[in-house]
């Protein structure tokens, strides 16, 4: 028996890239401009479905979301991508981290970094986010250089997003 009406959720373009590391850090250029977090109330599958997001952000995607313990916010990253094709792929600025209501307003970048990718975040208790980031500048030895050119490692941000702390140090990924 459930007892809520409300789901929330990502919508966006699936991954072109056929190895797992494509569909992570380095390749953001893998993932079409798109989608949006939306809310949908009623649990089935036609129904109505409110974006959140809704245009506050460049065009881009999201790469990871999670739900506030009190359900009423998202911290999420995104990878702006405007202008967009697929002959202009790696223009677009690294994925950052962001947190906005579920109601659409409180719209805040968490991360802010020029060079590195953060990645896949999750809430903390005391309202900051854990996430992976190919700050560390590694490469994991599986393949040619696009393969290797970002692992990523646990960092987490401050709720006020203001710091920004390595947690992990490893030469493989720490990811989803």
Known sequence: ELDFSQVVYAMRFSCVGAHNLASYSYHQDNFRPGGDIVVQTGLGPGDPVRPVIAGKLDPGSIRGMDLWWGADSVVFAYSKQPGWTPAKQREGEPTHL???????????QLTDDKKWIDTEPAYLPDGGAVF?????????????????????????????????????????????
């Open 98 to 108: 962001y947190e906005i209501r579920l109601d659409g307003t409180g719209l805040r």
């Open 132 to 176: 992976g980031s190919d700050r560390p500048g590694i490469g994991s030895e599986c393949g040619a250089w696009e393969q290797n050119a970002g692992v990523t490692n646990l960092y987490r941000v401050s709720a006020d997003g203001k710091t920004v702390r390595q947690l992990g140090f490893e030469q493989e990924h720490d990811w989803y």
